[in-house]
C-alpha cells in the first residue's frame, strides 16, 4: 500500500512492536463495534509515526469532504479571486451534478438554521466557511460549492497531489445520490488533507492558520475529543450519514507536537454506537502515543 | 465631470465614470435579449457615496436605495465598492413597487442580487432588466417566503392586477422561470431626470434615436 502523497516522508520511521500493538488495538474495538467496516489513518508530526488501518478503503464522505471544499475556498482566497469577508447571497437553490435540475437544502435536515435564516440576504465567505464546518451547514456547503465550482475543488486537489479525496457533488443531491455520484474519502486521503492544513502547506502558513481556526470552532465533540482529556484540543470535521459515521482532524495535546488522525467507519442503518466507537479508537490512538497504558 | 443633482444624488453620465466603471456599468451599450433583439443600457446613473447614503436614502416610502444595490460577490470588481452607481430608473421601479407593497400590506423583500446587476455581473445573462434597474426578484413578503408555487402565483397574480404592464417570470425550474422568487419587471426602463446632465445638441444627429 502506497503512503499518502502530501505526508511529509522525511520523518523517522515508526516503530513496528509499537505500531502492531496499536494496530492489534484498533482491531479489537473495531470487532466489538460491529461496524461494517473501520478505517483509520494516522500521521504523528512529533515522531513520524504513521499508521494504517484500512486506510486505503474508500467510504462514502459524507460532511468530511466539506474540509477539501474549504481548502478550496482558501485557494480561491490565495489567488485573490475571493477574499474572506467577500459577500454571497444566501440562495436555496442548486442545480444537481446529474442533470442539472435544481433542488434545495432541506431546512430540517441541516445542523445549522442561522444560514437558513439568511435566506435572500447575503453572508461573508469566512462566516460560511465556519458553519460548513463547525455546525456542517450543507447550506453553506452548497453555497460556497456553487460559488467555487467543483472544478475548483479538484483543481485544489490536484495541486496538492492528494489521493483519496473523490468531491463529484454537493450535500443533499439526491438526484445524483440515487445514480451513484456520491463523494467518496480514504483515511488516507484525508489524513494527507488536514497534514497539509496543520503543518501550514496548505497556500501560506497565515491561510493555514485560519482553516485551522475554523476546525478548531467545530461543535460536535462526540468522535474524536470525546474522551481525550479536557486539555487536548482537536481542530476537526465529524460525517455522519446513515451508513457512515467519521471524524478526522488534528490533535494537539500539551507538550508536543500535533497529530493527524482521521477515523471512518461503515455501519448498517440501525447500527447504535457509533461516536463511541469513534471515540475510542481516537483514545486508543492519544494513548498509544503519549506511551501510557490503553484502557478499554 | 457633468454632473448634477437630484434629490442629495448626484447624476452621473456614464461615459464620464472612469474606466474600469465604464466598463463595468457599459453605459449606453447594447445586449442582446434572448430573441436576438437589441436592447440599448442606460447612460445616466445615480451615485451612492457609501453603504450608509444607501441605507438612509428612501426611495419611496417603504424602499431604500441599498435594497437595489445589494449584490454580492458575482458582482464586476469595480462595482463591489464604493461610489456605487444605479440606473435612474431605479427611482421608477421603486415608486412602483411601492404600489404593490400597498396592495400587500406587508414588508416586501428584494433577494440581494434581485435588484440592480450590471452587464458583468456573473448572473447577468442577455438583456436582463436588472441591468436597467427595471426588475426586482422577491424572495419574502411580510414572514412569508417565496419559494412555493402557490405562494409565488398568488403574489403573481396581484402584481399583474396592480402594476398594468409590468411583466411576471413563469413559475417553474427550468431556464426562464422561476421558483425561489417573484420577478416582476418594468421593461427596458430609462430615465434621464430633468438634472441629468447630457450632451450639446447636434442637429445632424436629429430623427436617429441612437
Redesign the interface.
Known amino acids: 500500500m502506497s503512503l499518502p502523497s502530501a505526508l511529509n516522508r522525511d520523518r523517522a520511521p515508526s516503530l513496528p512492536s509499537n505500531l502492531d500493538a496499536l494496530r492489534s488495538r484498533i482491531e479489537s474495538i473495531a470487532q466489538k463495534s460491529n461496524a461494517r467496516a473501520v478505517g483509520v489513518a494516522l500521521h504523528d508530526t512529533e515522531t513520524g509515526v504513521e499508521l494504517r488501518y484500512e486506510a486505503d478503503r474508500w467510504f462514502h464522505g459524507a460532511s468530511t469532504i466539506k474540509v477539501a471544499i474549504l481548502l478550496a475556498v482558501y485557494g480561491e482566497i490565495d489567488s485573490g479571486r475571493l477574499v474572506p469577508q467577500s459577500r454571497l447571497h444566501v440562495r436555496n437553490r442548486f442545480l444537481s451534478a446529474y442533470d442539472g435540475s435544481p433542488f434545495r437544502v432541506l431546512a430540517d435536515r441541516d445542523a445549522d438554521s442561522e444560514v437558513h435564516a439568511a435566506i435572500g440576504k447575503t453572508m461573508r465567505v469566512n462566516e460560511l466557511a465556519l458553519h460548513m464546518i463547525a455546525t456542517s451547514s450543507n447550506l453553506a456547503t452548497n453555497l460556497l460549492l456553487d460559488l467555487i465550482g467543483l472544478d475548483a475543488v479538484q483543481r485544489t486537489i490536484d495541486r496538492f497531489g492528494l489521493t483519496g479525496l473523490d468531491v463529484k457533488r454537493g450535500v443533499e443531491d439526491e438526484r445524483a445520490f440515487q445514480h451513484g455520484i456520491i463523494n467518496r474519502v480514504t483515511a488516507d486521503g484525508l489524513v494527507a488533507l488536514l497534514g497539509l492544513i496543520a503543518e501550514e502547506r496548505a497556500y501560506s502558513p497565515q491561510l493555514s492558520r485560519e482553516m485551522l481556526d475554523i476546525l478548531h470552532q467545530q461543535e460536535f465533540k462526540k468522535g474524536i475529543p470525546a474522551r481525550l482529556p479536557r486539555e487536548v484540543r482537536v481542530a476537526h470535521k465529524t460525517g455522519d450519514i446513515s451508513t457512515v459515521a467519521h471524524d478526522a482532524g488534528v490533535v494537539y495535546a500539551p507538550g508536543r507536537k500535533p497529530y493527524v488522525i482521521a477515523i471512518l467507519t461503515e455501519w448498517s442503518p440501525d447500527a447504535g454506537h457509533r461516536s463511541s466507537t469513534i471515540a475510542s479508537l481516537s483514545h486508543a490512538v492519544y494513548e498509544h502515543l503519549r506511551g501510557a497504558p490503553e484502557h478499554g | 465631470m457633468a454632473e448634477a443633482r437630484t434629490d442629495s444624488l448626484r447624476i452621473v453620465d456614464g461615459y464620464r465614470l472612469d474606466k474600469p466603471r465604464r466598463d463595468a456599468l457599459v453605459p449606453g451599450g447594447v445586449l442582446r435579449d434572448r430573441e436576438g433583439r437589441t436592447r440599448q443600457l442606460p447612460r445616466y446613473f445615480y451615485e451612492v457615496e457609501s453603504w450608509d447614503a444607501a441605507v438612509e436614502h428612501e426611495l419611496a416610502p417603504h424602499f431604500h436605495m441599498w435594497e437595489f444595490i445589494?449584490t454580492?460577490?458575482?458582482e464586476a470588481p469595480p462595482l463591489r465598492f464604493f461610489p456605487r452607481h444605479v440606473p435612474c430608473a431605479v427611482v421608477l421601479t421603486a415608486a412602483l413597487l411601492e404600489r404593490f407593497r400597498d396592495i400587500v400590506g406587508e414588508p416586501v423583500?428584494i433577494?440581494?442580487?434581485g435588484g440592480y446587476r450590471s452587464p458583468q455581473h456573473a448572473l447577468t445573462s442577455h438583456a436582463s432588466t436588472h441591468c436597467w434597474a427595471s426588475a426586482v426578484n422577491i424572495?419574502?413578503i411580510g414572514d412569508e417566503?417565496l419559494?412555493a408555487r402557490d405562494r409565488i402565483e398568488h403574489y403573481a397574480d396581484i402584481a399583474r392586477e396592480a402594476l398594468p404592464g409590468a411583466w411576471i417570470r413563469p413559475v417553474g425550474?427550468d431556464r426562464g422561470f422561476a421558483?425561489?422568487h417573484l420577478h416582476i419587471d418594468f421593461g427596458y426602463l430609462v430615465a434621464v431626470p430633468h438634472d441629468a446632465p447630457g450632451d450639446p445638441y447636434n442637429p445632424k444627429l436629429e430623427g436617429d434615436p441612437l
Do not use: S
Request: aromatic share 14%.
Open positions: 445589494h454580492d460577490v458575482r423583500r433577494a440581494a442580487n424572495y419574502r417566503y419559494d425550474e421558483d425561489d
